[in-house]
């Protein structure tokens, strides 16, 4: 019977070792590394947030050119439906006695001013020579923002990259859990099968056999849950990939619990507010702020810019000619009726509401570090009991097994030896996950995801 029962078990062992091999041995898989890329690559929040920061660098060349020459043409043309003209009385002259002493008028003919038709253009020249701090803050502004926005994009980078992981290896996870339920499933059919050959020979009573039937269905009914699992599972991993391709590809990166974090909590805690691009950009969001206060200020001095300007006449007025203008344009405000003020006041009330937001910020970091901390010195743990449950639970199923193969034991305690690997299994499972998502959770507050990521690509 023993002999029997070896042949029976060399399918399962085909499952449970040679198809993972195989799995594993897949060339053309899709690993942990490439689906993050695809994220940061493909995601839509990513692009938005480039293309804030192009629109902002523009404005930068906007407020250069202010600083630069300006020259402008202004011309008009005018018709006028009466041509000026200026008339002067007729001159009255006055003979000598010798000519007769007679009195003569001399019309003056009249003299036109303009012609019907006036067309005239204007050429200006300008150039700030003092405009109060007014461009400087401007730039700082950009700048400050433009930084703003970019550690704002590599926080939201480090968040993708992190919720990419976490959908992937849930994915694996949920495969993993999948084949552990159809090794317990088949573990169950042969049970089935080997005691309906008892029952045929009278060694077993029916009893044993209703058991052994009621555990296939009931392992069924998991193994189905543990495959709609997998399908939502890879679901999600499409939506964060925004693609169904790379998504249904074989998931090749595994749940070893390999990777080895070595810092303490103090310094994962220190790396955290260190590195922590979100406390960065209100930093920088700070000095934006009081770049705005400086702008503010500035619209209260002075500016000074040199004109030079040049009339141009087009045979229109006979009696102009074109003239040179050179000078100093002064802007001197007085009162704007509190505006200046007020802005100055707003920007401050922003600067103490960032403040408020940093402490925020520096509290949540400091909770997530612990929580990822913990997690994974749990994880370790729970990988080393893991790993002896399951090596308990495959002896239990081994002596079980054999027992009931020897008539020696029941079907209940058969059935439940294969439900206690398959818990241990599972339980192994999850804390590979934990351990996994919790390294990776530790890389991503300590700011070092990325280049976890961008160092394997390069390396591969």
């Known amino acids: 019977m023993l002999k029997n029962m070896h042949r029976l078990l060399l399918p399962l062992l085909a499952i449970t070792f040679v198809l993972p091999t195989a799995l594993h041995a897949e ?12 994220a940061l690559t493909a995601n839509p929040e990513l692009s938005m947030a480039t293309s804030d ?21 202004v011309g008009s043309s005018t018709f006028l439906s009466a041509q000026p003209v200026m008339r002067v009385d007729p001159m009255t002259m006055h003979l000598p006695a010798a000519l007769g002493g007679a009195t003569m008028q001399v019309p003056i003919p009249d003299m036109p001013l303009a012609n019907h ?27 400050c923002g433009t930084q703003t926005l970019n550690e704002i994009r590599e926080a939201k980078r480090e968040e993708i990259a992190l919720a990419t992981t976490r959908a992937y290896l849930s994915t694996v996870l949920a495969q993993r859990v999948a084949v552990v339920a159809d090794e317990a499933y088949e573990i169950a059919k042969l049970h089935e099968g080997q005691t309906q050959k008892l029952l045929d020979n009278g060694q077993v009573a029916k009893y044993d056999l209703i058991r052994a039937q009621t555990e296939v269905a009931n392992l069924k009914r998991r193994q189905l849950d543990a495959h709609n699992q997998v399908e939502l599972a890879r679901a999600y991993l499409q939506a964060i990939l925004g693609t169904s391709e790379q998504a ?24 955290a507010q260190n590195s922590s691009h979100a406390l960065l950009a209100l930093d920088a969001r700070d000095k934006l702020y009081v770049a705005a206060e400086d702008s503010a200020r500035a619209d209260t001095h002075p500016a000074v810019g040199a004109l ?15 003239k040179y203008t050179l000078g100093l ?6 009162f704007d009726g509190g505006m200046s003020k007020g802005k100055i006041a707003e920007q401050e009330a922003l600067r103490q509401r960032n403040r408020q937001e940093v402490r925020r910020v520096k509290d949540g970091l400091e909770l997530e570090a612990r929580k990822y901390y913990l997690d994974y010195q749990n994880a370790e743990q729970a990988l080393s009991n893991a790993d002896q449950a399951v090596t308990l639970a495959q ?51 300590t700011g070092g995801i990325i280049s976890e990521f961008t160092a394997t690509e390069v390396g591969r």
């Open 27 to 38: 060339e053309q898989g899709f690993t942990l590394e490439q689906a993050v890329m695809q």
């Open 53 to 73: 920061i192009t629109v902002l660098q523009a404005k930068r060349g906007q407020i250069r050119a202010r600083e630069g020459v300006t020259v402008d043409v």
């Open 117 to 143: 038709n006036v067309t005239l253009a204007e050429l200006t020249v300008k150039y700030p020579l003092y405009t109060g701090g007014r461009i400087s803050s401007a730039l700082e502004q950009v700048e």
């Open 248 to 271: 249904r590809a074989t998931l090749t990166t595994p749940l070893d619990g390999q990777h080895k974090y070595a810092l303490t909590m103090m310094e994962t805690s220190d790396s």
């Open 308 to 322: 030079a300007t040049r009339e141009l006449y087009i045979n229109d007025q006979p009696f102009t000619t074109p």
């Open 329 to 334: 344009m002064f802007t001197i405000p007085l």
């Open 395 to 445: 002896e239990s199923l081994r002596l079980a097994t054999r027992r009931f193969a020897e008539g020696q034991g029941t079907s209940l305690e058969m059935m439940d030896a294969n439900l206690a690997l398959l818990l241990a299994k599972t339980n192994r499972e999850q804390a590979l996950y934990q351990h996994e998502l919790a390294y990776y959770g530790l890389k991503k507050v």
